[in-house]
T-cell receptor, first 114, second 111 residues
Framework: NAGVTQTPKFQVLKTGQSMTLQCAQD?????MYWYRQDPGMGLRLIYY???????DKGEVPNGYNVSRLNKREFSLRLESAAPSQTSVYFC?????????????FGPGTRLTVT | GQQVMQIPQYQHVQEGEDFTTYCNSS?????IQWYKQRPGGHPVFLIQ?????EVKKQKRLTFQFGEAKKNSSLHITATQTTDVGTYFC???????????FGTGTRLTIIP
């Protein structure tokens, strides 16, 4: 099992460019999440998907869109990148209904917007 | 909305000293989780606490959940270089599957 995979690992964008961050999990989890991590800010939830076909906003959704393509894949799109979106982006997944809802994280995408 | 504060933000200790990080929530939690993130890595789940006053141990790590289920702590006894990283608490409110992460405590070890 690969767990949670993310592509790309690194990306540099110019202000105004668009891109999509890809995430896939092979653990048959229902829930998937996108976080951003900035120094001193911890992990902040951008969007999440409780199940295939549903998505909901998290704490910091502005400037982002998501697509839950199927149960395995959850993508994050930046339509018009801004320097404030320079961050490390983590995708995570978890099961629902068990006793422990631990989240499994991907390796992250380090994004720089110039 | 729910806020989870964590202190201290940074901690430098000599190898062999103890380390503690504290987590406080603005609301009562249904459970709290702890994660560790090595430098350059991704967060990895350590443990979940559910019951009021619960204490769990993993080798040199001791996790506590407060009686009011609004605070938690992680204590590491006799730190080792392998303990280096950032430790995050993450709280979940009742009826909500989302986690709210604390700001993290970054632990560095002086050999």
């Amino acid at each position: 099992n690969a767990g949670v995979t993310q592509t790309p690992k690194f990306q540099v964008l110019k202000t105004g460019q668009s891109m999509t961050l890809q995430c896939a999990q092979d653990m048959n989890h229902n829930s998937m999440y996108w976080y951003r991590q900035d120094p001193g800010m911890g992990l902040r939830l951008i969007y999440y998907s409780a199940s295939e076909g549903t998505t909901d906003k998290g704490e910091v959704p502005n400037g982002y869109n998501v697509s839950r393509l199927n149960k395995r894949e959850f993508s994050l799109r930046l339509e018009s990148a801004a320097p404030s979106q320079t961050s490390v982006y983590f995708c995570a997944s978890s099961e629902v209904g068990g006793r422990t809802y631990e989240q499994y994280f991907g390796p992250g995408t380090r994004l720089t917007v110039t | 909305g729910q806020q989870v504060m964590q202190i201290p933000q940074y901690q430098h200790v000599q190898e062999g000293e103890d380390f503690t990080t504290y987590c406080n929530s603005s609301t009562t939690l249904s459970n709290i989780q702890w994660y560790k993130q090595r430098p350059g890595g991704h967060p990895v789940f350590l443990i979940q606490l559910v019951k009021s006053g619960e204490v769990k141990k993993q080798k040199r790590l001791t996790f506590q959940f407060g009686e009011a289920k609004k605070n938690s702590s992680l204590h590491i006894t006799a730190t080792q270089t392998t303990d280096v990283g950032t430790y995050f608490c993450a709280g979940r409110s009742f009826g909500n599957e989302k986690l709210t992460f604390g700001t993290g405590t970054r632990l560095t070890i002086i050999p």
